[in-house]
């Protein structure tokens, strides 16, 4: 019996052996090949953006790509192969794209990308089309060739802008950020990226949306890469035909709206509602522009003067860019008014000291309840009724 087992284990072992010879047996598949040869290709393409070395990536394949980011100050680029699907001489590549923008992102941006790639006639891989994953945002790259303004403070990308819009926005955004220094403080960047898109329709691509959704929006910020531990930092996205038709001070408020967002982004999360980050976004943008209260809530004045004061603060489904245009600002601008009245009854540092300690709080359930409790000594009942008469008193 002994000998019969060990002349079986010798005949599976023989087996093997012949099957190595044909198709590999417990060797690397096929499959594995190919995957090892195309992350060796991504990986080659990575390194010859990284270096400039426009000829080897070249060799990688399509070289559009590289024309489209030679702006673009990139700290690092690499690609995880995360599957590969094979059609004879062609294939497709689900794959990872990390990326950093030097002197602006400590931590890399994400983005899901699908390449198609073929085989030369001496059996190479090289890529032949870099676009997003489906049902993933745009690039800036993807939508042409990117132009770069730097500013003290920001860095501007755009495409299909003339250099001089570019220095346009990096001034404005150079102003807005010492702006929301002084008014927050100086607990995060001091930096910020502004990506101008050549339409609404490119914007959206951006932000993976129906166009749509950000008519009429001047400019959206989004999270990305770069912040603390807790939440990344964000990039400006401008909508440049909402931005255009705005005025000087106008524009101002919009770019300073957004700089807040991404200094308070590490203190923002599930617990802050839309109207603290929204009303304290347009606080600091209104700061210093000598607009009254009516002129900066032209639409709550008007509802106000009508005998129509708010029963209650805006709650988060009013700021949803579908909403009717009239009712999106009277939510802002109820938002504004709040925290507009809490620096004016308990001071500018007491303000910032609610707005970090509702996001402290973690979760939204009690988060503003113990924050106006501890911070400001008093109660939503209280703090609604306060809010109303405040309304009324300087819109009315």
Same mark, same amino acid.
């Given at each position: 019996?002994?000998?019969?087992?060990?002349?079986?284990?010798?005949?599976?072992?023989?087996?093997?052996?012949?099957?190595?010879?044909?198709?590999?047996?417990?060797?690397?598949?096929?499959?594995?090949?190919?995957?090892?040869?195309?992350?060796?290709?991504?990986?080659?393409?990575?390194?010859?953006?990284?270096?400039?070395?426009?000829?080897?990536?070249?060799?990688?394949?399509?070289?559009?790509?590289?024309?489209?980011?030679?702006?673009?100050?990139?700290?690092?680029?690499?690609?995880? &192969?995360?599957?590969?699907?094979?059609?004879? #001489?062609?294939?497709?590549?689900?794959?990872?794209?990390? +990326?950093?923008?030097?002197?602006?992102? !400590?931590?890399?941006?994400?983005?899901?990308?699908?390449?198609?790639?073929?085989?030369?006639?001496?059996?190479?891989?090289?890529?032949?089309?870099?676009?997003?994953? $489906? !049902?993933?945002?745009?690039?800036?790259?993807?939508?042409?060739?990117?132009?770069?303004?730097?500013?003290?403070?920001?860095?501007?990308?755009?495409?299909?802008?003339?250099?001089?819009?570019?220095?346009?926005?990096?001034? &404005?955004?150079?102003?807005?950020?010492?702006?929301?220094?002084?008014?927050?403080?100086?607990?995060?960047?001091?930096?910020?990226?502004?990506?101008?898109?050549?339409?609404?329709?490119?914007?959206?691509? &951006?932000? %993976?949306?129906?166009?749509?959704?950000?008519?009429?929006? #001047?400019?959206?910020?989004?999270?990305?890469?770069?912040?603390?531990?807790?939440?990344?930092?964000?990039?400006?996205?401008?909508?440049?035909?909402?931005?255009?038709?705005?005025?000087?001070?106008?524009?101002?408020?919009?770019?300073?709206?957004?700089?807040?967002?991404?200094?308070?982004?590490?203190?923002?999360?599930?617990?802050?509602?839309?109207? &603290?980050?929204?009303?304290?976004?347009?606080?600091?943008?209104?700061?210093?522009?000598?607009?009254?209260?009516?002129?900066?809530?032209?639409?709550?004045? $008007?509802?106000?003067?009508?005998?129509?004061?708010?029963?209650?603060?805006?709650?988060? !489904?009013?700021?949803?860019?579908?909403?009717?245009?009239?009712?999106?600002?009277?939510?802002?601008?109820?938002?504004?008014?709040?925290?507009?009245?809490?620096?004016?009854?308990?001071?500018?540092?007491?303000?910032?000291?609610? +707005?970090?300690?509702? %996001?402290?709080?973690? !979760?939204? #359930?009690?988060?503003?309840?113990?924050?106006?409790?501890?911070?400001?000594?008093?109660?939503?009942?209280?703090?609604?009724?306060?809010?109303?008469?405040?309304?009324?008193?300087?819109?009315?």
């Amino acid at each position: 019996m002994a000998g019969r087992r060990r002349a079986w284990r010798t005949s599976v072992t023989g087996l093997c052996l012949l099957l190595a010879s044909l198709a590999g047996c417990g060797g690397p598949s096929a499959t594995d090949s190919a995957k090892a040869e195309v992350q060796q290709v991504l990986d080659r393409r990575a390194a010859a953006l990284l270096h400039h070395d426009e000829a080897a990536y070249d060799r990688t394949g399509s070289p559009a790509q590289y024309e489209r980011l030679r702006a673009v100050p990139l700290a690092s680029w690499t690609y995880r &192969l995360t599957g590969l699907h094979r059609g004879g #001489a062609t294939a497709t590549a689900d794959a990872e794209l990390r +990326y950093r923008v030097r002197g602006y992102d !400590k931590a890399p941006v994400t983005a899901a990308r699908t390449l198609t790639l073929a085989r030369t006639a001496d059996g190479h891989w090289y890529v032949a089309a870099d676009r997003p994953a $489906r !049902k993933s945002g745009q690039q800036l790259w993807d939508q042409g060739r990117v132009a770069a303004a730097r500013g003290a403070h920001s860095l501007v990308l755009g495409v299909g802008r003339s250099g001089d819009e570019l220095r346009g926005f990096a001034r &404005l955004a150079d102003r807005a950020v010492p702006a929301v220094s002084q008014a927050w403080g100086t607990d995060w960047s001091r930096r910020v990226v502004v990506l101008v898109p050549d339409s609404l329709k490119d914007m959206a691509g &951006l932000l %993976g949306s129906p166009a749509s959704s950000y008519r009429g929006i #001047a400019a959206v910020t989004t999270g990305e890469a770069g912040g603390s531990d807790r939440a990344p930092a964000d990039r400006v996205i401008v909508n440049p035909e909402a931005y255009a038709v705005l005025g000087d001070v106008g524009k101002q408020v919009v770019l300073t709206h957004e700089t807040t967002h991404v200094a308070t982004r590490a203190h923002t999360d599930a617990a802050t509602p839309l109207w &603290l980050s929204e009303g304290y976004a347009d606080w600091i943008g209104y700061l210093g522009t000598g607009r009254t209260a009516a002129e900066a809530a032209p639409e709550l004045a $008007r509802a106000v003067q009508d005998g129509h004061v708010p029963e209650s603060l805006p709650v988060d !489904k009013d700021f949803g860019f579908s909403t009717d245009a009239v009712d999106l600002a009277r939510a802002y601008e109820g938002g504004w008014m709040a925290c507009r009245m809490i620096a004016d009854h308990w001071g500018e540092v007491r303000l910032g000291e609610f +707005y970090r300690a509702v %996001g402290a709080h973690g !979760k939204r #359930a009690g988060a503003v309840e113990d924050a106006l409790k501890k911070v400001l000594g008093t109660n939503p009942e209280t703090f609604t009724e306060q809010w109303q008469e405040y309304v009324r008193a300087q819109l009315g």
